[in-house]
């Protein structure tokens, strides 16, 4: 990692970008390295991590709220009960985190469903049938597994991460469509974030199964309950593979303890290159709503019905789309989620122009900051301009240069270079002013957010000045 001979990986990009602080890197002061401190796979999201988090985090609530979801934040910690009667310290303990304290036993979430679980009677207990079925709950919500520390690594095997979780408690006869749409939906959300295409080379599907010998001890449940759910799924992976032609695997022993799964294993780049991904996850699950007498209480309002529930992660993980994004982009993230939007360069040239040419940058970067994007602002001159571009460029990266020199203002222009989906183009947008110039870029913003806009309504639009990065 991090040598000259080898590539860059995730975790280079993720700090030249200043989105995490690099486990080996050392704190002034303390002469410590950060990593020693945390602990093993608990990533520290820095500056521009928090940006990127809080606009991935609206973008998903938006997207999911807009889908018909309610939406979720469920504390981190809870009385071990809970996992108890989840079956997770029965079957899961292995990977959590727990602890005793005052007499009383805590765990640490490895799993958001158990609290959703919870949403969902605590409403049958308020509303009774009025609760709307197939009920959907969405949370972008921070999990903590104890993963082997062998295995720990980067953003792509943390111990701390964050799932684009959902549940859904749906009625049996629409239990086949929830399961098509929850896909849809994710197709959509490659397409439009990732760029990707959909077809059989880019969309891998892996029907995951419990292994027949481990039921009861690695697996939940009984054979005759895992052989109907696995059939479920089943015909669930049949018919979206058939819809979209795509190929499905099973794989036995893949299976989550509470259930069998749908995986969905995306290619990222070409050539050699490319690289696959195991991102989104479709999961039945017969067991939860068993233990939490979902089942009993369902028919007791709702009348004779059978309910199934549904986990699903769209992205996965954010900690993990992260990384599979950054690698695949050489550390270039969609407008909309880049920490650094906007760097604004006043050119100097040592003329009387000079003056005018720093007023009209630092302008135009504070009026950027208050439309709110993310900006930087720095003077260059004309000969380490190259110089400078190159920093940035390996650097923090940003999403749109904007050059401001004396050629500018003679012309009334502002010249761009714009990164978008792995290439770079170089435009003159006219402006005689800065109000003009803003609305210029603001327009370009708004093409440039256009793919997260259609999935999610609007942009988050999250202000920051990162001067100090450049
Ligand atoms: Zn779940």
């Known amino acids: 990692m991090g040598t000259l001979s080898q590539e860059k990986d995730h975790m280079d ?7 995490v602080v690099k ?16 602990g093993q796979g608990i990533p520290l999201f820095s500056i521009g991590g928090g940006y990127f988090r809080a606009a991935l985090s609206q973008v998903l609530i938006n997207f999911h709220a807009r889908r018909g979801y309610y939406i979720a934040e469920t504390p981190l910690i809870s009385g071990g009960d809970l996992f108890e009667v989840s079956g997770h310290m029965g079957y899961y303990r292995q990977n959590m985190y727990v602890f005793k304290l005052e007499d009383r036993e805590y765990a640490i979430k490895p799993m958001n469903c158990p609290f959703h679980v919870l949403i969902f009677l605590s409403e049958l207990g308020r509303h009774r ?27 792509l095997r943390p111990r701390a991460f964050t799932q ?58 009984t054979r005759d309950e895992w052989e109907s759910a696995e059939e479920f799924l089943r015909s669930a992976v049949e018919g979206i593979a058939k819809r979209y032609g795509f190929e499905y695997q099973a794989a036995e022993g893949e299976a989550a303890f509470y259930g069998p799964k749908i995986d969905v294993i995306v290619r990222l780049g070409s050539g050699p290159a490319a690289k696959d ?12 709503p068993r233990r939490f007498k979902v089942y009993d209480v369902v028919r007791e309002l709702y ?20 990384g599979a994004y ?17 760097a604004v360069l006043g050119i100097r040239a040592g003329e009387e122009l000079d003056q005018k040419v720093v007023e009209f940058a630092r302008a135009l970067h504070a009026g950027l900051i208050s439309r709110g994007f993310r900006s930087g602002y720095m003077e260059t001159t004309r000969t380490s301009l190259s110089g400078d ?72 639009r999250i202000p920051g000045d990162l001067s100090y990065e450049l």
């Open 389 to 460: 571009v190159r920093l940035l460029e390996t650097g923090p990266k940003p999403a749109v240069i904007v050059y401001i020199g004396a050629r500018e203002i003679e012309r009334s222009a502002v010249t761009v270079a714009v990164y978008d989906k792995g290439s770079r183009r170089q435009a003159s947008l006219q402006a005689k002013g800065v109000e003009e110039a803003l609305s210029a870029l603001e327009t370009l913003a708004e093409g440039l957010e256009k793919p997260i806009a259609d999935i999610a309504g609007s942009t988050p």
């Open 277 to 288: 991904w195991q991102l989104g996850t479709i999961q039945f699950d017969f067991n939860l």
């Open 326 to 342: 950054l690698e695949n982009y050489r550390g270039r993230l969609p407008f909309a989620l880049a920490p650094l939007q906007f």
């Open 13 to 19: 990009f993720a700090q030249e970008l200043d989105l």
């Open 23 to 38: 486990p080996e890197s050392t704190l002034p002061g303390l002469n410590k390295e950060v990593g020693s401190l945390l």
């Open 303 to 322: 009348g004779d019905i059978n309910v199934f529930m549904i986990h699903r992660a769209l992205l996965g993980s954010i900690e993990r789309f992260l």
């Open 129 to 155: 049938n009025k609760v709307k079925l197939p009920f959907k709950i969405f949370e972008v919500g921070r999990v903590h597994r104890l993963e082997p520390s062998g295995s720990v690594y980067g953003l």
């Open 164 to 221: 684009d979780d959902a549940h859904i408690v749906t009625p049996e006869k629409d239990a086949l469509q929830v399961i098509s749409s929850v896909f849809d939906d994710m197709m959509t959300i490659y397409s439009k974030v990732f760029n990707i295409d959909l077809t059989p080379e880019t969309i891998r599907l892996r029907l995951s199964l419990s292994d027949k010998g481990k039921i009861g001890t690695d697996f939940m449940g």
